[in-house]
């Protein structure tokens, strides 16, 4: 076990967080202590329909509460439905948009405006976003306004929605005003320390500059990115890329790191970026293991102590797979993208009991594990809805701009 694990005796001692002696978690734990939390695999269009349906009840919940319109940032051991979330709220918008053409009883584009108009509504007068729930004192974050642009751009290509394109322009825009001469942020950081997986922010500040014809934040952008490539090892590990700096990166944010430099390098026809991109993305398929499993952190020479594993980074390591091997032809990581679904199909209840459980995705397996642990984060559920879209379509989510 690494350092990051929990071990299942020390669940004893987590009592007051987390809870565990609730029935309700109890279950949960107990499966995975036993190996219960497999589950059957099905069709791409059931896990999709359940996946979609949970984000539904995580939009729903919040629709009496003063942030109605966002969706919930998941459910958790420590406090049930957490309050909506600005950043991943901001993404599931083109979820959302893409899974309309499949759930048309879901209602799925007018939920993707009701983000929209709430997201619209909380953003400052400088451009940026608010961090964290935006609850009052929390300040804004480079990478949560980087993420809400992404749905600003799905709103203004996708839905036509004009005045998305302006606050795009006016997130980017503060971006750009923090940036330091070296192309890195190292103010309004997680943590107060700077990142590479930022670059999934700058693919939004990329797109955005070309709709919008502005030299500034392109210029804002390619800086940044420059500055993350320079922090890429012999390996294709990134180095200052974990939310804090005495840690190894998740899976997660690794993941975030290459989807960010290949989506940008497509955007400005970069094949520097878009190799980034690859030489890490296949030193992590060559260190996948049969059943699709990846480990929760990795150092720099791509091992890990970590016997648990971050879904939400299986998820996301899918899509940037089926990206990859759309771009770049690489056939073998469409393999692994969909070994990657086969896993996370056996770990995702699509007829639980339990409507905070049935059709989520855990941020760990097992629960314990360290990445989100004992919570049903919504980006995870969003990664995996993306992945098997893009799987069974053959396209990419969102769009590329053209």
Known sequence: MGAGDVKPFQLLALPFRYKPWRPRHMRLI?????GLARQPE??????????????????DVRDKQSDAGGVSAGWSFED???PSYPETSGY????FIAASSYFDHLDLRRRANRIIDWELSIQHRDGAFPGHFGEPGSRPVIFNTGQIMHGMIAGYTQLGREECLLAA????EWLANHQDADGCWRNFEHNGAPHVYN?????ALVATALLAGDAKLKKAAIGNLEWALSQQRESGWFATNAFAPDQLPFTHTIAYAIRGFLESGVLLGDERYVAAALKAATALADGQR???????TYDDNWTSTA????????AQMSLNWTRLAQHCGTMRLRDAARRALGYLKRNHRVDDHDMAVKGGVAGSAPIWGRYSMFEYPNWAAKFFADALMMDKANIAIPPVIE
């Open 307 to 314: 016997s648990y594993c971050c879904l939400t980074g299986v």
């Open 169 to 172: 322009v006016k997130a980017g």
């Open 80 to 82: 049930g439905w957490l």
């Open 290 to 296: 049969h059943d699709g499993w990846l480990a929760g």
């Open 30 to 34: 107990a499966a995975d202590m036993m």
């Open 92 to 95: 599931i918008i083109e979820t």
């Open 42 to 59: 099905h069709d791409h269009m059931t896990h999709l329909a359940a996946a979609i349906e949970w984000l539904c009840r995580a939009q």
């Open 199 to 203: 670059t999934r922010g700058t693919w």
